[in-house]
């Protein structure tokens, strides 16, 4: 049974950091695409980073060139990097894996606000 559990959101000011991480269990890791997802009350889920077995990463606009996206393989575990936070990154963000089937974490709360 896999399971994903994030961890690492919180409290942070406009323009600070954050790093989340997302540990995965009850599969083999590396075969697993691995993505991370945010939602905003009264927001649809959307797609926010994303990096395959071999490290292949995308990022959508809104985070491009704030968010960097990276797995450790030995670990188990996939982490994402927000620097330069806005107001508009607060959502709860989820970790996604994607091999036999789709799953998801609970997730993590950032709250972006002064």
């Known amino acids: 049974q896999v399971q994903l559990m994030e961890s690492g959101g919180g409290l942070v000011q406009p323009g600070g950091s954050l790093r989340l991480s997302c540990a995965a269990s009850?599969?083999?890791?590396?075969?697993?695409?691995m993505a991370w997802y945010r939602q905003a009350p009264g927001n649809q889920r959307e797609w926010v980073a994303f990096?395959?077995?071999?490290?292949?990463?995308n990022y959508a606009d809104s985070v491009k060139g704030r968010f960097t996206i990276s797995r450790d393989n030995a670990q188990n575990t996939v982490y994402l990097q927000m620097n330069g936070l806005k107001v508009e990154d607060t959502a709860v963000y989820y970790c996604?894996?994607?091999?036999?089937?789709?799953?998801w974490g609970q997730g993590t709360q950032v709250t972006v606000s002064s």
């Open positions: 996604n894996g994607n091999y036999d089937k789709v799953y």
């Open positions: 009850g599969g083999i890791f590396r075969l697993y695409n």
């Open positions: 990096i395959g077995r071999s490290g292949t990463t």
